[in-house]
């Protein structure tokens, strides 16, 4: 009895241990990206408020002792996650990939490929589009109102924050098509209902937008729209998979 124990004990300890230096791998990836982002953090943070420069904001206030410093520790840290997401993604492919038959190695890969291009388009066009947008409209409340001057005065931590909102909730966002192929490929849902739920796709794409964006109608489309867009094209490479299993499923009966 203890013999069997120890067999199966031995595997599980084997995958423990591969999961640990995985992890080790990728902490280690994110602390070096981490202290090369904090020496940089200031170039950096001058690339996320060049938005905020270009609607005509040219001050940014704080009003705790260290928030500045906590703004440059976020900027660093959300900079050397992206810089480390490749090192992490490759460690959870190899971590995967011996569990995985050759056809759902095929079938994975392309998904995982596709997740920091899809993020980075989506963030881009927060970036250089909605960002520039809302703060458009945020910014033209300035004024006068009633004799009193009204004069906007963001402070450097809503500021990261409110441009981190953006940036992460459009690149997300634009991981739809990657989500609903991978509970397609699962055997989750089916194209049947995804197109039958298309409506209903719509009207989320819309509260989706409607949380993530500020409340102006100009922000919100930038973002419902693509997902829109995108839910159709998901729809569409679920159709060309689907295709394609159903020909190696005939070619592989005729081989039989």
């Not at 241990?17 to 200031?42: G, P, S």
């Not at 819309?206 to 829109?228: E, K, M, N, W």
Request: proline fraction near 5%.
């Amino acid at each position: 009895m203890s013999d069997d124990l120890d067999d199966t004990r031995a595997p599980l300890l084997d995958h423990l241990v591969e999961l640990r230096r995985r992890l080790l791998y990728c902490i280690a990836a994110v602390i070096v990206a981490f202290a090369v982002c904090y020496y940089f953090a200031q170039d950096i943070f001058s690339f996320l408020v060049q938005p905020l420069l270009a609607a005509g904001q040219k001050r940014l206030i704080y009003t705790q002792i260290f928030e500045a410093f906590f703004v440059q520790v976020k900027v660093a840290f959300f900079a050397a996650m992206m810089i480390a997401f490749p090192v992490i993604a490759n460690q959870l492919w190899q971590f995967v990939a011996p569990g995985l038959y050759r056809n759902e190695k095929r079938a994975l890969l392309p998904f995982l490929l596709a997740t920091p291009v899809l993020f980075v388009a989506g963030a881009s066009m927060a970036y250089f589009i909605a960002v520039p947008m809302a703060l458009h409209f945020l910014l033209s409340f300035q004024g006068d109102v009633g004799g009193i001057s009204q004069e906007a005065l963001p402070g450097i931590g809503n500021y990261l924050s409110f441009i981190m909102q953006f940036l992460f909730g459009f690149g997300i966002a634009f991981l739809l098509p990657v989500l609903l192929m991978l509970l397609e490929r699962g055997g989750i849902v089916t194209r049947r209902q995804l197109v039958s739920a298309r409506r209903y796709a719509i009207v989320g794409a819309f509260a989706i937008a409607a949380v993530l964006t500020p409340p102006d109608v100009g922000s919100q489309l930038l973002l419902a729209i693509p997902l829109c867009i995108l839910y159709e094209l998901a729809l569409i490479g679920i159709w060309f998979t689907e295709r394609r299993r159903a020909r190696e499923t005939a070619e592989a009966v005729v081989g039989e």
